[in-house]
């Protein structure tokens, strides 16, 4: 609906007020007696709903007033549909509009990338599974090979130097064994990395690299040792397996990855819509979830400069691990690793299971097709290939055990928009594969990025500015886990469509470590908890009830990455909101239009209006200026129904239209009988019951 029908209509609008007035005075005289007939029939179900939704909370925090058995709690396994309301979060603290990730504005920066094409240049003629390597007979006509017996290959064993107190960077050594032990057909291999090399007539003709995940005897001894002295030990734990995707904006991710989407839907994924980030990068918006501090934070505790190491800190893993939980983190890209990219890492070894050494002596040896920061191809392979087969082999191998991951993907996706497309094949077949062998059986998948690209024509757009703040997240967890916690489960569902952040996720890890921290009554005590606190914490889990006020700046959000707009009221007879005011009632009647026995309304009176705009941070410098929301509550007659409505303007196309349903805050009665729809009870006026109140 155009601005140019509002203005047609304002003559029109000022005549209607003053008739509308004088007659729902005279209406009021008249039917006085049956007025109060039926408020006192409405008396009896508004006591029985008012009783319902205090004991529930209709909204979602039901653990505040009463003990709800867990049959009561509903848990949808369904995927949340398509937000009908305008916003992914609408709540009294935070607004963050719903957008189309195909918009117009942004389709024209979206294209198909071409294909990589690794395996041309160098075809896979070594393989490995969970615990072996096998010469693929099928590959050896590509390195005209005729005969198995002409072709030697052999494995050499490496491993992660202890660096010396003079190395400046201390995450780069890796010493190699001394013999090459050879082997035919195939061969079990015992040890954690090895390099491939085979030979014909002594020519070295091919090289690899390979990682396995042997139990390593330490770590178990350790773990064990944990378990029997705790007096928790035997009790039901789940692991946890974070994947992490770089720059990657959750809108991106429904446009470029729907297969992956697809499996992430088909496995009951749970996905946060408000997760927003808290700083500019990567490294200030991981180091909340693996630590829960902020990066300022983190020098002040254990990191005081850039040559120091991130030994000292207290990284989630050491949680899980004191825990007896075997610990793995990994990165591919590995110059540009979260503790190395300008910094030292790690003197020891941070975790049990460590890829670095792998993925980095991998990538500069046979990477190639750099693209930015990152070699995209290492061998016959994708890097993202040997990346996830990595993270398939240490799920399967800990499938029955306790055990802790977290890795961090970035050489697809960290440069470029359009690059996760070529990806999207890729991990669907990572996580069919979890699927398939029961990796997930006992373990809680979060598959999550850590920020929307940061570059680029897009970035130039409101929409591409908001998508930079704004990662995908997704849970996925086992079925006993959803049947054991549905009151946890069911919270952070509500929480999907709340602002939440990395603090909120770090304290959501730590709930998984201890499961006595998500039962039932856990979960009432320490929700009362929460909603006594004056000032909430900036760090809340996700298995709690997320409270509706809350604010980017309780949230640690700092004002220049908060998506949330901001509100200004607005003086009721200004003239934008008089016409803002008649698209909402045109927009009523549209939806009235099929339904004949219904009254056509008019504005009788504008009650209050506000605008909510983006920060101006998010629009100043764009070209699309970003979308302006105005939010008003009107008086219409007959009927004299009080509406809320959101009418949206987009300041680039000078679009106005009305975004989300229109909300009816008074009661309606009677007044809407002539129709069986629910929804249209709301603004339906019958004609039948203005005339019986004529005739009264």
């Known amino acids: 609906m155009g601005m140019h029908l509002a203005r ?3 003559v029109h609008l000022q005549h209607s007020i003053t008739k509308c007035d004088s007659a729902n005075k005279t209406d009021d005289t008249r039917g006085n007696k049956v007025k109060t007939f039926h408020r006192r029939l409405l008396w009896i179900p508004l006591v029985l709903l008012g009783t319902l ?42 607004r963050i509009p719903d957008l189309d990730p195909f918009d117009p504005v942004v389709r024209k920066f979206i294209f198909k990338e071409t294909p990589l094409k690794c395996h041309e240049k160098h075809p896979l003629l070594v393989d490995s599974n969970i615990t072996s390597l096998f010469i693929v007979k ?40 001394n013999n090459c032990i050879s082997f035919k057909e195939s061969v079990s ?17 091919y090289r690899n690299y390979h990682a396995f995940i042997p139990l390593k005897p330490e770590v178990e001894k350790r773990c064990q040792k944990v378990r029997d002295s705790s007096s928790t030990g035997q009790r039901e ?53 693996l630590s829960g501090l902020s990066a300022k934070e983190l020098k002040d ?59 980095m002596q991998s990538e500069d040896d046979i990477g190639f097709d750099k693209k930015s920061g990152a070699k995209l191809c290492i061998g016959s392979q994708m890097s993202l290939s040997v990346f996830l087969q990595y993270i398939s082999k240490l799920a399967i191998t800990m499938a029955s055990k306790d055990f802790f991951g977290f890795f961090w993907g970035a050489s697809l996706t960290h440069d470029f928009l359009n690059f996760p497309s070529l990806g999207d094949d890729i991990y669907e077949q990572f996580l069919y594969n979890l699927i398939e062998t029961g990796s997930l059986n006992r373990t809680v998948l979060i598959f999550m990025s850590d920020h929307g690209i940061r570059w680029g024509s897009i970035r130039e757009t409101y929409q591409g500015r ?37 603090f909120d996720m770090h304290e959501t890890l730590l709930d998984i470590l201890n499961l006595d921290q998500i039962e039932q009554e856990s979960i009432k005590r320490r929700s009362l908890e929460l909603g006594k606190y004056k000032q909430k914490p900036r760090g809340i889990s996700l298995f709690l009830p997320m409270h509706k006020s809350r604010t980017c700046s309780e949230a640690g959000i700092e004002p220049h990455w908060c998506t949330c707009q901001q509100s200004k009221v607005l003086p009721v007879g200004d003239a934008i909101i008089k016409n803002m005011s008649l698209i909402l009632v045109d927009h009523l009647n549209s939806l009235l239009k099929p339904y004949g026995v219904c009254s056509q309304l008019q504005v009788a009176e504008i009650i209050s209006a506000s605008v909510q705009f983006p920060r101006e941070h998010l629009y100043n410098t764009t070209k699309d200026q970003g979308l302006k929301d105005y939010v008003i509550v009107i008086r219409t007659t007959p009927g004299g129904a009080l509406f809320e409505g959101t009418v949206r ?48």
């Open 237 to 289: 734990r789940v692991s946890v397996l974070v994947v992490g995707m770089d720059s990657v904006s959750r809108l991106n991710f429904h446009r470029q990855l729907p297969r992956t989407l697809k499996i992430l839907q088909n496995m009951k994924a749970i996905e946060l819509l408000g997760y927003n980030k808290v700083a500019d990068n990567t490294f200030p918006n991981l180091i909340p979830v």
């Open 649 to 696: 303007h987009c300041i680039g196309n000078s679009s106005v239209q009305v975004t989300g349903s229109v909300s009816r805050i008074n009661s309606y009665g009677n007044q809407s009988s002539c129709v069986a729809d629910f929804h249209m009870k709301l603004y339906c006026f019958c004609k039948s019951y203005l005339n019986m109140r004529t005739k009264l």
């Open 301 to 359: 505790v254990c990191w005081p400069n850039y040559n120091a190491v991130f030994d000292e800190c207290n990284w989630v893993w050491k949680n899980f691990s004191a825990a007896g939980y075997r610990t793995a983190f990994g990165e591919d890209a590995s110059n540009m690793g979260l503790f190395i990219y300008a910094r030292r890492g790690f003197k020891k070894q941070p975790t049990d299971y460590y890829s670095r050494p792998y993925l």
């Open 53 to 94: 939704l205090y004991i529930l909370d209709f909204d979602g925090e039901i653990y505040y007033h009463v003990t709800v058995p867990h049959a009561t709690v509903p848990v949808s396994d369904k995927p949340l549909p398509n937000i009908k309301s305008g916003f992914v979060v609408d709540t009294d603290g935070c």
């Open 189 to 205: 291999i015992p040890e954690e990395f090895v390099k491939v090399s085979c030979y014909v007539d002594n020519q070295n003709i």
């Open 8 to 10: 047609e209509r304002m």
């Open 466 to 502: 908001l998508e930079e703040r704004l990662p995908f997240v997704f849970f996925i967890f086992p079925e006993w886990f959803r049947n054991k916690y549905p009151t946890a489960t069911a919270n952070l569902r509500r929480n999907t469509q709340r602002l939440t952040t990395p």
């Open 138 to 177: 099928s590959a050896l006509s590509s390195f005209n090979i005729s005969d198995l017996d002409q072709l030697d290959c052999c494995y050499r064993p490496f491993w992660r130097t202890k660096p010396r107190k003079v190395d400046r960077y201390l995450d780069y050594n890796i010493t190699f064994a």
